[in-house]
């Protein structure tokens, strides 16, 4: 079956941009979560979702950063006025719940220049 | 706050040696993974430890957990060049909703 996937994979914007980056998770799964990634590092926690309620946003580095999932299965995490900072892979994982096994798309590569 | 530290950070070993990679972790957690990163690609599962003396093998590679001790570990037997990537262990917390992650090993088989 189809696994998790995310679009676009390659994104450049400019600074102070704004940008949209879609996830889909796999059918069916009850939780999605987003990672950022830098260059070198290992993902970090931005956000979760079960179903459409976004239960922790803990890990978005600032307001700049807006994650929603309104129907329960394609998230969208938006991030206004973008900055050098900003630029890393964020990656989208699903499971089939809170205590499964986690499943990671391709990611997004974010550059921003 | 839980901590995930793996070493060593980077590895260069030659074909049909053995090595380990170890990960130590903060505080007690439910389950470990261990995962592999090619370069520009996303994270591949490779295993899920779940309890004290939990041990997995597929192929070359070989994951333990010590839950008393925190401390996993990857062992490479034999390597060949088709493992070079950049592995993760992460862990998680029940009670919590994330997965913490380590710096990575990126390792570098000489054929």
């Known amino acids: 079956g189809a696994g998790v996937s995310q679009s676009p994979r390659y994104k450049v914007a400019k600074r102070g941009q704004d940008v949209a980056l879609r996830c889909d998770p796999i059918?069916?799964?009850?939780?999605l979560f987003w990672y950022q990634q830098a260059l070198g590092q290992g993902p970090e926690f931005l956000t979760y979702f079960q179903n459409e309620a976004q239960l922790d946003k803990s890990g978005l580095p600032s307001d700049r950063f807006f994650a929603e999932r309104p129907e329960g299965s394609v998230s969208t995490l938006k991030i206004q006025r973008t900055q050098q900072e900003d630029s890393a892979v964020y990656l989208c994982a699903s499971s089939l719940d809170i205590s499964s096994e986690q499943y990671f798309g391709p990611g997004t590569r974010l550059t921003v220049t | 706050e839980l901590k995930v530290e793996q070493n060593p950070l980077f590895l260069s070993m030659q074909e049909g040696k053995n090595y380990t990679i170890y990960c130590n972790y903060s505080?007690?957690?439910?389950?470990l993974y261990w995962y592999r990163q090619d370069p520009g690609k996303s994270l591949e599962s490779l295993f899920v430890?779940?309890?004290?003396?939990a041990v997995k093998q597929e192929g070359r590679l070989m994951a333990s957990l010590d839950t008393k001790a925190r401390l996993s570990t990857l062992h490479i037997t034999a390597a060949v060049h088709d493992l070079s990537a950049t592995y993760f262990c992460a862990v998680d917390i029940r009670r919590d909703d994330k997965i913490i992650f380590g710096k990575g090993t990126r390792l570098h088989i000489l054929p």
């Open positions: 059918s069916g799964h009850v939780s």
């Open positions: 505080t007690t957690s439910d389950r």
């Open positions: 430890l779940l309890s004290n003396g």
